[in-house]
């Protein structure tokens, strides 16, 4: 069998490697997830995948696993779903527009070529790590063009001799194209030898004609790069005297006018573009913080990066018009105080739960499938039919594993019927051949609460609701071992106090259930929390804890009673 499930699964993800643009679709239960919301959401997942192609349909978790799921899980070889905390819309979910980044050496004629290739008035400047450098704008490269710069500029700016080559669309006909000039001034040799000896010092990068006399006294006075105009040849002797000399020899067909004004072109971007208080965002960072900081500042283009620091992409206020909210699928409840953070601002597409209605809303219309049954497991199942795909052994194991925790083995008055059916046909197609041992093996497996936290214990299964202006709520752990329940109970009433605040509720409570008496201890905290439950029970509270014979399960006989309590107050 698990040779079986390997093959499923590299099969899964061979399809998904084939399609990495697909739309993703999160299936997520209820925060403090139980082995139903867990299980229903693997299983309803594969059944999704297995009849739409077009979206790739994700188990997720909201919360952190209890010992029983973690067992059912282990048991049938199922991995455990990643978690999830909020679904807020990110900067990833934004379309991003995919300009490369470039080196900060490129000319800035280069720059302002790349710009008006890729229609865009920014670029991002990358080292090769692809990290980011800084950023160069038309701005940036407009105020190179009309600031007025001393001749020196060239060599301040650390301009290489490729990118002088590049824009003068020039040959070398001595020297390195990897040099780089960071000195001298730039000088136009228009006057005769004699006078050029006044004003040409030492690496001066001097543009000049074809006139052997002036290109020879330009070397002599230990010029560092002549640039000859107009594309006149360069004669053998003056190759040979400026080799010996250091001397940079370049060739342009451009006339001394132009080579001059398109020289300063030729510096390095980074001279000039904007590299400290660099105004970037995280592809993790939440789009509504983007938006704040994208409202205060100007700019054109915002730079995205990874959570490696590295460049992704740019966006721009336009491109929050492209947002691409998360997609849900929500399972096992339909109350937005227990969705996963942030469900009220992703495209909820379907419900799929066995609770009463609760306060969510949707933008548009969505697939709702509410039945009153004891699991949400069973509709599962019966989805499966449905769609007339077969239920694969492991899937079946984590469904029948889910009805016999949300009706502890049949004895919740949830329970139907048409669950127990469930549950005994599951247990066949996951080779489960004794369902109460197994059930006893799988109780056991969440009891030993000992050991944990009283967080541990108080939020595995913990659900809140809202009356009116009343709020509270309901936490539940089964259990096999009843005799550590006044044990349980010490730990958690200062921690149920603590909460209390922590969480501005008005009234919590906790039921501790006993799976073999069928009956549940329950703990009351907040103002008018033990008489509340008094009333609504007709049971005396001893130190704030109710015993409620009969009473295991929070959906119908807890909540209920509760709610009806408190609408009658």
């Given at each position: ?15 998904e ?11 997520v ?13 693997v299983?309803?997942a594969y ?17 952190h696993?209890n ?16 978690y999830?905390?909020?679904?807020e ?27 008006k290739?890729k229609?865009?008035?920014t ?13 160069i704008t038309?701005n ?5 063009d ?11 700016a ?14 070398l006909?001595?020297?390195?194209e990897?040099f ?15 006078v ?17 006399e002036?290109q020879?006294?330009?070397i ?11 594309g ?6 003056i190759?040979k ?23 300063n072109q ?13 105004v ?13 900081v ?6 054109r ?5 990874d ?7 740019m966006i721009?206020r ?11 699928i929500?399972?096992d ?38 039945q ?6 069973t509709i599962?199942?019966k989805?499966?039919?449905e ?5 694969p052994s492991?899937?079946a ?28 046909e ?8 004794d369902?109460k ?11 030993n ?10 939020f ?19 259990s096999?071992?009843?005799g550590?329940?006044?044990e349980?109970?010490?730990k ?7 909460t ?5 509720i008005?009234?919590?409570f906790?039921?501790l ?5 069928e ?16 009333e ?11 015993h409620?014979?009969?009473?295991v ?8 009673v ?8």
């Amino acid at each position: 069998m698990s040779t079986e499930k390997t093959n499923k699964s590299a099969s899964k993800k061979k399809k998904e490697d084939k399609k990495p643009d697909i739309r993703k679709v999160f299936v997520v239960g209820h925060k403090n997830p139980d082995t139903d919301s867990i299980a229903s959401a693997v299983a309803y997942a594969y059944l999704k995948n297995s009849t739409d192609e077009s979206r790739s349909f994700i188990p997720m978790r909201a919360g952190h696993i209890n010992q029983e799921t973690e067992f059912v899980l282990k048991h049938f070889g199922v991995g455990e779903p990643d978690y999830i905390s909020n679904v807020e819309p990110q900067v990833k979910d934004i379309e991003l527009k995919k300009i490369s980044g470039v080196d900060e050496g490129i000319s800035l004629k280069k720059a302002y070529s790349i710009m008006k290739e890729k229609s865009t008035v920014t670029l991002p400047v990358v080292d090769e790590g692809d990290r980011l450098r800084g950023i160069i704008t038309i701005n940036d490269i407009a105020e190179s063009d009309m600031d007025v710069y001393d001749n020196c500029i060239i060599g301040a700016a650390k301009t290489p001799v490729r990118n002088i080559l590049e824009t003068l669309e020039g040959e070398l006909v001595v020297g390195d194209e990897n040099f780089c000039i960071t000195k001298g001034k730039v000088v136009i040799a228009a006057a005769n030898p004699d006078v050029m000896e006044n004003y040409i010092n030492e690496d001066d990068i001097v543009i000049l004609g074809n006139r052997y006399e002036s290109q020879l006294c330009a070397i002599e006075m230990k010029a560092g790069c002549i640039i000859v105009c107009e594309g006149a040849v360069v004669s053998k002797t003056i190759r040979k005297i400026a080799g010996e000399n250091k001397c940079i020899v370049i060739t342009t067909p451009y006339d001394t006018y132009t080579t001059a004004r398109l020289l300063n072109q030729s510096m390095p971007i980074s001279h000039f573009m904007c590299k400290e208080n660099l105004v970037t965002f995280e592809t993790e960072e939440s789009v509504e913080e983007a938006r704040e900081v994208m409202a205060k500042r100007r700019f054109r283009d915002f730079p995205i990066v990874d959570v490696h620091g590295k460049y992704v992409g740019m966006i721009s206020r336009r491109n929050l018009l492209n947002l691409h909210r998360k997609q849900l699928i929500l399972i096992d409840h339909n109350e937005l105080g227990q969705a996963v953070d942030g469900a009220d601002s992703a495209d909820i597409l379907e419900i799929i739960d066995h609770h009463r209605l609760g306060t969510i809303e949707t933008s548009s219309p969505v697939y709702f499938r509410c039945q009153p049954l004891g699991c949400t497991a069973t509709i599962v199942k019966k989805l499966y039919a449905e769609a007339g795909v077969d239920i694969p052994s492991d899937m079946a194991g984590l469904l029948c594993s889910a009805i016999i925790s949300d009706t502890l083995m049949f004895r919740s008055p949830t329970c139907t019927k048409e669950d127990m059916d469930a549950a005994y046909e599951l247990a066949e197609k996951a080779g489960i051949k004794d369902l109460k041992a197994f059930a006893r093996e799988m109780f056991n497996a969440g009891s030993n609460l000992k050991k944990k936290s009283a967080e541990e214990i108080f939020f595995q299964d913990f659900k809140k609701f809202n009356v009116s202006d009343i709020s509270f709520g309901v936490g539940q752990i089964n259990s096999m071992n009843e005799g550590d329940f006044p044990e349980i109970i010490e730990k958690l009433k200062p921690f149920m106090d603590r909460t209390l605040k922590d969480m501005k509720i008005d009234m919590l409570f906790f039921m501790l259930t006993g799976i073999l008496n069928e009956s549940s201890e329950l703990i009351c905290c907040g103002k008018d929390s033990a008489s509340l439950a008094e009333e609504a029970f007709n049971v005396k509270a001893e130190n704030d804890v109710l015993h409620l014979q009969g009473v295991v399960s929070r959906k119908k006989q807890l909540v209920p009673v509760i709610v009806a309590e408190l609408q009658q107050q």
